[in-house]
């Protein structure tokens, strides 16, 4: 069974920091892409971030890039997401999801984790 | 970036009624469209890709149709388990790009 847990989140003060992670088992995690999706308290889902199964290409929603950095390791079968300079509005749960199917839908995802972004 | 615009926001309806969510599109996504369904308190469930083929364990009352710019997700005989937000994401352009949501809720 494909499990996710992510970990990480936290209260952060606007400005700061938080690494997320996401430990994956119950696939072969080097063979797949994967994610991280967030959605703020009582709102809809926004894609954040992706990365190859390798590692070696990865993509960004315009609202974080430059800011956050998604990475991986496969030997530890983990998944990281490298948050900087938070924004209140970026208060949220975040999710990381498994790409079913080369870079495309996602399934399944984690349980989450949430970030809150206050002072 | 490809705006997905769901309809309608909210729907009520009772048990047993045929429900019809729409998702459309701001450019052509082809057949490059999921829907998952999401419940208070949990992750997001894949329903549909490719716009029509059920994922693992869904049952057939649920289908999508569409391509292009215009989908739709039905649900043939609505559950108590069904009541909960629906979401579309296209996977044909980056970035990914979800619409707003459509709540289904017991009338």
């Known amino acids: 069974e494909v499990q996710l847990v992510e970990s990480g989140g936290g209260l952060v003060q606007p400005g700061g920091s938080l690494r997320l992670s996401c430990a994956a088992s119950?696939?072969?995690?080097?063979?797949?892409?994967m994610n991280w999706v967030r959605q703020a308290p009582g709102k809809g889902l926004e894609w954040v971030s992706a990365i190859s199964g390798s590692g070696g290409s990865t993509f960004y929603a315009d609202s974080v890039k430059g800011r956050f950095t998604i990475s991986r390791d496969n030997s530890e079968n983990t998944l990281y997401l490298q948050m900087n300079s938070l924004r209140v509005e970026e208060t949220a749960v975040y999710y990381c999801?498994?790409?079913?199917?080369?870079?495309?839908?996602?399934?399944?995802w984690g349980q989450g984790t949430l970030v809150t972004v206050s002072s | 970036e490809i705006v997905m615009t769901q309809s309608p926001v909210t729907l009520s309806v009772s048990p047993g009624e045929r429900v019809i969510l729409s998702c459309r599109a701001s450019q052509s996504v082809s057949s490059n469209l999921a829907w998952y369904q999401q419940k208070p308190g949990q992750p997001p469930r894949l329903l549909i890709y490719d716009a029509s083929t059920r994922a693992t364990g869904i049952p057939a009352t649920f289908s999508g149709s569409g391509s292009g710019t215009e989908f739709t997700l039905t649900i043939s005989s609505l559950q108590s388990e069904d009541f909960a937000v629906y979401y579309c994401?296209?996977?044909?352009?980056?970035?990914?790009?979800f619409g707003q949501g459509t709540k289904v809720e017991i009338k």
């Open positions: 119950g696939f072969t995690f080097s063979n797949y892409a």
């Open positions: 999801a498994k790409s079913k199917r080369e870079w495309q839908m996602f399934d399944p």
């Open positions: 994401q296209q996977y044909n352009n980056w970035p990914r790009t």
